[in-house]
């Protein structure tokens, strides 16, 4: 069974069409890429997934689970829509790192607040608190950033940022971790670190969907890719044959364009 | 001997002046937060009748505005006067809730619309955003004009003599009147002084306290 199925998928800002009909559905253990020129309506799609926008027709399921209905005000409900949130991760272009805590507590944070809406938190806090940690080092030293744990995000870099960002959503334990444009902030020579943590990820079976303008890492991390242009899915397969024999027009110029 | 005489009935105005000034700043800090979220509020009616609150306080004097509350209840009423440092205390509430609400909204509006998107996508409620995200970093942005606002009470204070309520400066002036004694009256700018360099070192440790991050 799919982990993710996206159905129908439309947003309009006004009168202006975003997202005009959007279907793929995604297996565990796929990284999906989606590549395609700015405004194409790649970002709002990752933003619909995470409830940040709320799209204006259509269906997201996660698991077979029906957590979206634009037609069905009961899956909109604001408290619910907190809980399906935590289906999916999202990484974001500009990193949005707590500003006043270290790596760790960044990392740590939401897990905690979590953890305190559990019953029994009261009786056990120290020991869960003692995991929470456990598991939020574990998942900075899985990301390279051992010895940085302590550091305020000021005191990083924008790659250490960014992978103490990636830490941070994966303290979920999200279905699909999704990733907007996340080394678009960075300089070249410090993109290849956070590439280097998401090709780790993908190697040990996260669930990815990864929008991004770095054609080689897309080609080689990707399981399939999708080009999307005006709002739609133009065109999708697997990298070799996306980048190697583009069937369309726009994905053919498109790719003249970047490589 | 009149040195010391002087000082002690200085004192006693200042400890008013003081008086003013922390129930002032006790009750304006919160209200003003209140009405800061009334004039972010999405509700129109609620937005329009914050700012046109927080427009009508700001444009006309404190010194008018005092002698609404300890007149304009008589007057529209017939009721009986309250004690004139109420009225002083209740004017002083109004006008400085007004600019620090003014102060919070543009602190809490400074900060980016990142940092709520990456708590909402943590599965935080908007509560949590709020207090665990949020608040730290507006109170580190609003920390050196709150101080600017906070030294700019401690002198308003003085506004409170023209209902007669026996601040420090009053006193002075008292000797002007009485006794042809002008040095008292620029004597008690030092008590001014020495309470806003005392406040001055307060907020540059706060500033120093909040230095350990970036926002």
Redesign the interface.
Known sequence: MAILEVKDIQKNFGATDVLRGIDFSLERGEVLSIIGSSGSGKTTLLRCL???ETPSVGQIYVNGELLFDAKDPSTQREADI??K??H???V?Q?F?????YTALKNVM??RE??AQEQAGFRKNKAAILADIQEEAKALLDKVGLNDKMDA???QLSGGQQQRVAIA??LA?KPDVLCFDEPTSALDPEISGEVLQAIRRLASQNMTMIIVTHEMGFAREVSSRVIFMADGVIMEQGAPEALFGSPQTERLQSFLRAVL | MLFFTVTSRLLQGFGLTCAIFGITLLCALPLGLVVAFCSMSKFNPLRYLSKTFVWVIRSTPLMLQVIIVFYGPGLLWQATAMPRINAVVIAFIINYAAYFSEIYRGGIESISHGQYEAGQVLGMTKSQIFFKVILLQVVKRIVPPMSNEIITLVKDTSLARIIAVKEIIMVAQEYIATYALIWPLFYSGVFYLVFCGLLTLLFGRVERKLGYFKV
């Open positions: 995470n409830f940040l907190r809980k949130r935590l999916f991760g999202l974001f500009s949005h790192l707590f500003p006043q944070l939401a607040l979590l305020y995000p000021h941070r959503a979920l």
